[in-house]
């Protein structure tokens, strides 16, 4: 069976099983609300200005002594694209049954990213760099409380395609500190160094082929191995939905048989 992965999909995994499952195995999607398009910006601006410095760093990056930025724009270029960088990981399962209880079933994970820049470290391993903006400074415990997934995927992937991956990675942050006198917009900058584990996120996919359905028809049934987590308030709203759903038409069945 062929399983679409992606950063936002593992975290989706890790935040309710059940949402995953919904989306991955029967295409339920969460329903989306606004998307602020001013993080968009910001982004594209810094990957331009990174552009200028192929092969060296940006003066705000100078701290990174002995890294430089991947040379090769083409290749960055592709790498940038929503699908650009992609992987294919088959995992072979027991799915055993009375007539034939040594059966195997095959699962094609197919993980596609995209990157913001790439780095290579003093020994010119691949170095991932993902650059993010937020209203203020962030602590420095950041990125691993809130984008440990995102970077282990981008090294697992890297490291599936043939990379030699460093073990460090960088978020790079920017913030709106003042307007100045002239109008325009100062903001301030701050590199967050993070340990990068691309083999916990591939034992993490094996744990997913082991509780996946082997064949189409079984989608519902497995569905009972990603619980809802109770916490989270799409399955909270839907269960509502059904409740009151419910109640509705016990309601009009109570009111027909009355009129």
Same mark, same amino acid.
């Given at each position: 069976? =062929? @399983? ?19 989306? *991955? ?6 329903? !989306? ?20 410095? #192929? ?5 705000? &990056? ?8 991947? $040379? $090769?724009?083409?290749? *960055? +270029?592709?790498?940038?694209? %929503? ?6 990981? +088959?995992?072979? @399962?027991? !799915? ?21 820049? &790439?780095? %290579?470290?003093? /020994?010119?391993?691949?170095? @991932? ?7 203020? /400074?962030?602590?420095? $415990?950041?990125?691993? #409380? ?5 970077? $282990? ?16 990675a960088f978020l790079w942050y920017h913030w709106p500190e003042k307007v100045d006198d002239d109008g325009k917009w100062v903001f301030g900058n701050k590199t967050l160094t993070m340990k990068v584990n691309p083999d916990r996120l591939k034992a993490e996919i094996? =744990? ?15 569905? =009972?191995?990603?619980?809802? +987590? ?10 509502? !939905? ?18």
């Amino acid at each position: 069976m =062929k @399983v679409f992965l992606s950063p936002t999909k593992m975290d989706m995994y890790r935040q309710c099983p059940a949402c995953f499952y919904n989306l *991955v195995m029967l295409e339920v999607k969460q329903p !989306r609300g606004p998307y602020p398009t001013l993080p968009n910006g910001i982004d594209q601006c810094l990957k331009d200005y990174m552009d200028k410095y #192929r092969g060296t760093l940006p003066p705000e &990056l100078a701290h990174l002594a002995g890294y430089r930025l991947m $040379d $090769d724009q083409s290749l *960055v +270029n592709t790498f940038r694209q %929503w699908n650009g960088l992609k992987c294919v990981l +088959n995992v072979q @399962v027991d !799915r055993g049954t009375t007539a034939f209880p040594n059966s195997k079933v095959n699962h094609t994970f197919i993980f596609n990213s995209g990157i913001d820049d &790439l780095l %290579w470290n003093p /020994e010119d391993l691949v170095t @991932v760099l993902d650059c993010k903006s937020k209203k203020d /400074e962030p602590p420095e $415990d950041y990125g691993q #409380r809130y984008y440990q997934n995102n970077m $282990d995927c981008y090294a697992f992937i890297l490291k599936e395609n043939g990379y030699k991956v460093s073990e460090e990675a960088f978020l790079w942050y920017h913030w709106p500190e003042k307007v100045d006198d002239d109008g325009k917009w100062v903001f301030g900058n701050k590199t967050l160094t993070m340990k990068v584990n691309p083999d916990r996120l591939k034992a993490e996919i094996v =744990k997913i082929a082991n509780l996946l359905p082997g064949i189409g028809r079984e989608k519902g049934e497995y569905a =009972k191995n990603f619980p809802a +987590n109770p916490e989270c308030a799409y399955c909270g709203f839907v269960e509502e !939905r059904k409740v009151n759903d419910t109640a509705n038409e016990r309601e009009q069945a109570s009111a027909s048989e009355v009129s």
